[in-house]
């Protein structure tokens, strides 16, 4: 059953009025009515179209948290194959909130890292909301270790309203395990290509994000901290999110403006939810585009190119 968001109500209620159409039409004595069911249709599609077309910040907050949207399982699934994830970080334990491993993309052996999310509560749990501790980002120190010494493109799909901010994982060293993760990106010697399919949180995004080049889905965020937790502290009101959302410059496409990512992958009207295959597919391709422009460059002319990349963040001002 299809998930609709509050905005969405007059879509949802045009879409509603086609399902009790088609179940009236499949009655015996019903009269045909395919030509009322395509007006709606054509009316649900227009209507859904506008709509996305003039997405709030806010609204654009909504859909990147949508439930039914891909997470990075369905990513991996659909764009690599023979794919052995790893696990543990050789130095405390396992932590399934980024699940890393090798496989192929389009034919050539890749690193890949991720945030999951989760899609049940059972998953949810288990997956700790996408939210990992410092063992998630040791164990993607490990994994990128692994494909700078083989010389394997490193691909992260980021999706995390931020790392874990529990007591333990300030024990175990937190800002620590995201520096040295960071750290990391900006020395290895293979191309690595970032893609937010979500939410990009703080410093528990940026840890997988510094990236050659770093992408984002159309209705993706990315920012420093969320709505909410901006709204808390600048105002002391969460229930002002929507104005620090807007103010915060968080979607695909201020950030683009800004310099701070590289590319936008279009996601179907209605958002990635709507049709994940056709999402996933079109991010593979923008992904794949990633990679050929890189491909020519050696070892030091990317770890160049990167570090240009984040050091002129803010001077296009």
């Known amino acids: 059953m299809r998930s609709y968001l509050d905005f969405e109500k007059p879509v949802a209620e045009l879409e509603a009025k086609v399902e009790e159409l088609r179940a009236l039409g ?18 649900a599609a227009e209507a859904l179209k506008d709509l996305y077309g003039k997405l709030t910040p806010w609204q654009k907050t909504l859909v990147a948290r949508h439930p039914q949207r891909p997470h990075f399982a369905d990513y991996c699934a659909g764009l690599i194959t023979d794919f052995a994830p790893l696990a543990g970080d050789r130095k405390f334990g396992e932590d399934e909130a980024i699940v890393g491993g090798f496989g192929r993309f389009r034919g050539s052996a890749v690193c890949v890292l991720g945030q999951e999310k ?54 175990r ?14 020395s290895l ?23 050659n080049k770093v992408l984002m889905l159309e209705h993706a ?22 104005d620090a959302a807007t103010n915060m410059k968080i979607t695909a496409q201020d950030l683009l403006r800004l310099g701070i990512i590289d ?12 049709d994940p295959k056709a999402a996933i597919a079109a991010a593979g391709s923008a992904i794949e585009e990633a990679l050929h422009d890189l491909g020519n460059m050696g070892p030091a002319e990317l770890r160049d190119h990167r570090a240009d990349k984040f050091l002129n963040i803010g001077r296009k001002l």
């Open 26 to 43: 499949e009655s015996r004595d019903a009269v045909s009515i395919s030509d009322d069911i395509t007006r709606l249709e054509t009316k």
């Open 118 to 171: 989760g899609h049940n509560t059972e998953t949810r749990i288990r997956h700790n909301f996408g939210m990992a501790r410092p063992e998630g980002y040791r164990k993607a120190v490990r994994l990128m270790e692994l494909a700078d010494r083989f010389g394997l493109p490193v691909l992260s799909f980021v999706d995390t309203a931020g790392a874990y901010p529990g007591i333990e994982a300030e024990e």
């Open 173 to 186: 060293g937190q800002a620590e395990a995201i520096a040295r993760s960071t750290e990391m990106q900006l």
């Open 189 to 211: 010697g293979v191309p690595n290509v970032s893609l937010v399919i979500g939410e990009g949180g703080s410093g528990g995004a940026i840890a997988i994000a510094t990236a």
């Open 221 to 242: 965020i990315y920012s420093v901290i969320s709505p909410e937790g901006a709204a808390s502290i600048l105002w002391r009101d969460s229930a002002r999110a929507q």
């Open 263 to 274: 590319g936008i992958v279009v996601e179907p009207t209605g958002g990635a939810h709507r």
